[in-house]
């Protein structure tokens, strides 16, 4: 080939290179851009409320029922031993209210004994709970949540922990 014929073919060559780089370099840029649009829309820090809460020294909790309107949770405490009942119906999550009953009666609840003194009305939808959650009556579609009660190690305080829900038979003795 001659050499007159040889410079538009390396024109065209460097050309097709250039359009190449061009178009690579551009489609880098966008999967770059789309990684970051993407990554601005989840946040660095969570604002959700943090799950386990610290509730005060166990002397603090009377015998029988406390309500905490904050957590939205009832503290049973039976001597030494606590538990905690949601409070939230498990209809469409309104405050449930507790009524004391007449006479506290001791039962066997997920093959563990459980002194009730009290049971649960939703003011809402009229669902009715017994004393250690089980729906009896109206639209709640199942039991209250029970959750996990510690004792802090720092400063002995009690401790519920919203995010772990635990069986009926569950108690912590202090
Ligand atoms: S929200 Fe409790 S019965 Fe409907």
């Not at 020294?57 to 905490?68: N, Q, T, V």
Request: glycine letters at 8%.
């Amino acid at each position: 080939m001659s050499e007159a014929a040889q410079k538009p073919a390396q024109k065209n060559d460097r050309r097709d290179f250039l359009i190449k780089l061009g178009t690579g370099a551009g489609v880098c840029a966008l999967g770059v851009q789309a990684l970051a649009s993407a990554r601005s829309l989840m946040p660095n820090v969570s604002y959700d409320a943090p799950t386990t809460v610290k509730l005060g020294p166990p002397a603090e909790f009377p015998d029988g029922l406390k309500f905490l309107a904050d957590e939205r949770l009832f503290i049973f405490r039976d001597g030494n031993t606590f538990h905690a009942v949601s409070a939230v119906c498990t209809h469409l999550g309104c405050t449930v209210r507790a009524e004391a009953l007449p006479r506290p009666e001791t039962t066997t609840v997920a093959g563990a004994p459980l002194k009730l003194t009290h049971q649960f009305s939703c003011p809402c939808h009229g669902s009715r709970y017994a004393g250690d959650g089980t729906n009896i009556s109206g639209p709640a579609p199942k039991p209250l949540s029970w959750y996990r009660l510690s004792v802090a190690a720092d400063d002995g305080q009690l401790v519920v922990d919203l995010a772990a829900e635990v069986d009926r038979d569950f108690r912590l003795t202090v």
